[in-house]
């Protein structure tokens, strides 16, 4: 069964850190493209940060520089390491792996909260 589990959100003060991780079961996360995604109450989902299969990164103009995401296929997961959170980084942040060959794969996590406030 393939499956997607985020964990290592809460609640955290503004200009804190937290880490997400993403742990894939069910498939090998090595061919595919692994992305972070949140949403906030009221809007639309917003691209966060992507890891290519080769470990080149790709980030959100609004997390440029404060968010990084790494990847450990040995473990099948994936990391976003959130610094310097501001109240607006508050949402469900969602994993996602994605990949058009050798045969088509795009799977989504269940989401796990962030809340940044004092």
């Known amino acids: 069964q393939v499956q997607l589990v985020e964990s290592g959100g809460g609640l955290v003060q503004p200009g804190g850190s937290l880490r997400l991780s993403c742990a894939a079961s069910?498939?090998?996360?090595?061919?595919?493209?692994m992305r972070w995604y949140r949403q906030a109450p009221g809007k639309e989902r917003e691209f966060v940060a992507l890891?290519?299969?080769?470990?080149?990164?790709n980030f959100g103009d609004s997390v440029k520089g404060r968010f990084t995401i790494s990847r450990d296929n040995a473990k099948n997961t994936i990391y976003l390491q959130m610094n310097s959170l501001k109240p607006e980084d508050t949402a469900v942040y969602y994993c996602?792996?994605?990949?058009?060959?050798?045969?088509?794969?795009?799977?989504w996590g269940q989401g796990t909260q962030v809340t940044v406030s004092s």
């Open positions: 996602n792996a994605y990949r058009t060959r050798p045969t088509t794969g795009d799977y």
């Open positions: 069910g498939f090998s996360i090595s061919s595919y493209l």
């Open positions: 890891i290519t299969t080769v470990g080149s990164t």
